[in-house]
């Protein structure tokens, strides 16, 4: 049988802002949302409280008056995860990144490398990630991805489990009948609803079913969850993430604007983490839209076909700022901005430019540059000269200095 753990950091971005500021720890702590609007993740003690997930910042202030609110900072929490998702690949290349706090291991065979039982390499790396890193982190170890997710919530919801659990033949039929079926993974309210009305609620119900039946009521995924509840691995690890065919960026204003040259250097926030990412998968963009929401929520999208795929956000921003001046309207008060990169391809892949030589490799240049500087300072440390405007509203605003 396969060993596959999924490591799952704990109330991630609470615990990055605690490993930032030490004097956050043991505190009701919250972390907010775009503008800050809600609560998207809150310490153990301020879920001790009843501070319910996705809670408006404006009631829980009125709520629950001792407790410390933050602004998130993705920028942060993206950095620690890459320490975090580099130190398992120290362990194993097969590490599927699931989410920005969550990723499986494929450990199968690799107690014979560290001559060490599997329940001893997962206590190693709950332990280096929390002394070298400074993140707590809770681990799931069973057969498949499906069992490692309910391992992993057992570790985090039982103290006694030290964030350790793992599912194996010895112990598989007894989680199997305490487990109901709405707490499996990918098994959402109206699939439980669907077995329910047919009498199964607990996992063991699931897996004494015949396949015919279950293909009929549930097609093939129904045949996948009783093949991956009984240990056999349908979903297997992989390594290497499927590549997008589109990146979006969007973002609400922290206040309704007409300001011109403020929605403008958003777009020009959003085409720098587009074009980062493009950078870091390896692609480039043929197709870019650029959209704007207005204060009463219409929304204007103009898009133009790039004259070669690009991934530098000096030469994409010409592009955008072209869009821009279509659909922006001055008596307008907007609330929102966004790119979307279309038509992705492979930079390898794709012939030269066909822009201006020495200007494309200015631009090229200039973006790797940016790249370096934040990986070796962290993200936001670096953004696009700009020329102030004195009658902007905003401290960021100005034009584009690239030419």
């Known amino acids: 049988m396969a060993e596959i753990a999924l490591v799952d950091c704990n109330n991630f971005f609470v615990s990055c802002e605690q490993l930032m500021n030490p004097a956050l720890k043991d505190k009701a702590v919250c972390v907010l949302s775009n503008n800050d609007g809600c609560i998207i993740a809150r310490s153990k003690e301020a879920k001790e409280i009843g501070i319910p997930m996705g809670y408006p910042l404006f009631k829980a202030r009125k709520e629950f008056k001792n407790v410390i609110y933050i602004s998130r900072n993705f920028g942060l929490y993206h950095d620690i995860s890459n320490r975090i998702m580099l130190k398992l690949l120290n362990y194993t290349p097969d590490v599927e990144q699931y989410s920005i706090d969550e990723a499986f291991l494929d450990l199968t065979g690799l107690k014979k490398l560290y001559r060490c039982s599997y329940e001893e390499i997962i206590a190693k790396i709950k332990y280096e990630i929390e002394t070298q890193i400074g993140v707590p982190v809770s681990i799931g170890l069973a057969p498949t991805k499906t069992l490692a997710k309910l391992a992993c919530e057992t570790a985090k919801k039982n103290e006694k489990l030290q964030g ?240």
């Open 164 to 403: 350790l659990f793992r599912i194996n033949k010895r112990n598989l039929d007894e989680i199997l009948k305490k487990t109901y079926i709405e707490d499996v993974w990918g098994v959402g309210k109206n699939t439980a609803a669907l077995f329910h009305k047919y009498g199964i609620y607990k996992c063991n119900e699931i897996v004494k079913q015949n396949d015919f039946w279950l293909k009929k009521i549930w097609g093939k995924r129904g045949l996948e969850l009783k093949a991956e509840l009984l240990g056999q691995s349908i979903d297997t690890v992989k390594n290497k993430a499927e590549l997008p065919k589109s990146i979006q960026k969007t973002s609400a204003f922290s206040k309704f604007t007409q300001d011109k040259n403020y929605i403008k250097n958003s777009l020009h926030y959003h085409s720098h983490q587009i074009c980062s990412k493009l950078r870091k998968l390896g692609l480039q963009a043929e197709i870019i839209c650029v959209m704007l929401r207005t204060k009463d929520f219409r929304v204007f999208v103009e898009k133009t076909v790039l004259p070669e795929p690009c991934d530098s956000e000096f030469l994409i921003n010409q592009y955008t700022d072209m869009l821009f001046e279509r659909i922006y309207n001055p008596e307008i008060v907007y609330r929102a901005s966004g790119i979307f990169a279309e038509k992705l391809t492979e930079k390898a892949a794709s012939q030269l430019f066909l822009f201006n030589d020495q200007k494309t490799e200015k631009a090229k240049k200039l973006s790797q540059l940016w790249d370096s500087f934040e990986q070796k300072y962290g993200r936001n440390t670096f953004s696009i000269g700009t020329i102030q405007d004195p009658q902007s509203e905003s401290k960021l605003h100005g034009q584009n200095y690239f030419s």
